[in-house]
């Protein structure tokens, strides 16, 4: 936990102000106040007068990001930042890295890959999450779901892998893990409108899906198509329709 303790009203102000930019977990004390028992590190202005236990970080009230930088580095200590690529499709891959280090994956349903990826950054002060700019109507959907992480949006051109023998069923996987590792650019949120191939392809796995070869209607398969509607949601409304 980072927590801000200064008397400085400029360096209080542009420092709190640049954590919560960045959605940093953090709390505020009085100088010389006890610490909160998760208490890491203490960003403080260059005029107090502190004795703690912990890193303190002291702040330039003309460069607060610089101080942010520091306090977010000692807090994730040597591990390096956490970062999760993600290679979009109906089960996306789902790769969660600690600087170089590949610490978990997940290979889910769409529907529940914006959860999966909220659970594995929510201990995390300054996570960044990379989605390949592929599969766009899944990616639209997850990217809509992380609206309080910093979220990139990766040209994905290559990041498949070649899979030799014993590795059916790992490409997405790794393909996510090499998203992870590239730059890209910051996007709020996707939107994304479908194509007529991709509303097509819903359809027919709506006849495929249904006992009774039903083909869904073109507004239902744009409501699945952006996640408004389950496939199967969908085939039950137009039962009933």
Do not use: C, W
């Not at 927590?3 to 420092?15: M, W």
């Not at 912990?54 to 956490?82: I, K, S, Y």
């Not at 209607?217 to 137009?238: I, K, P, Q, S």
């Amino acid at each position: 936990m980072i927590v801000v303790a200064t008397a400085d009203f400029e360096v209080y102000h542009e420092v709190v102000g640049e954590l919560r930019d960045r959605g940093a977990a953090f709390t505020t004390v009085e100088p010389g106040g006890a610490l909160p028992e998760d208490a890491d590190v203490v960003i403080a202005g260059p005029d107090d007068d502190l004795s703690v236990a912990v890193d303190v970080v002291v702040a330039d009230p003309g460069n607060p990001r610089a101080a942010v930088e520091e306090a977010l580095t000692l807090l994730r200590g040597h591990g390096g930042r956490t970062v999760v690529g993600v290679d979009p499709g109906p089960r996306p891959g789902i790769a969660v890295l600690s600087g170089d280090l590949v610490v978990a994956v997940f290979h889910v349903p769409v529907e529940d890959a914006a959860a999966v990826v909220r659970e594995e950054v929510a201990d995390d002060p300054d996570p960044l999450v990379r989605v390949g700019d592929g599969a766009r109507i899944h990616g639209a959907r997850i990217i809509d779901g992380l609206d309080d992480v910093t979220v990139e949006l990766v040209d994905e051109t290559g990041t498949t892998p070649y899979l030799g023998r014993g590795a059916r069923g790992m490409d997405d996987v790794l393909a996510a893990v090499n998203i992870a590792r590239l730059e890209g650019e910051v996007v709020g949120e996707r939107t994304v409108e479908p194509t007529a191939g991709e509303l097509d392809v819903i359809k027919q796995r709506s006849r495929e899906r249904s006992a009774q070869n039903r083909t869904i209607t073109e507004e239902l398969a744009r409501r699945v198509a952006t996640g408004e509607l389950t496939l199967d949601e969908a085939l039950e409304r137009h039962r009933e329709g």
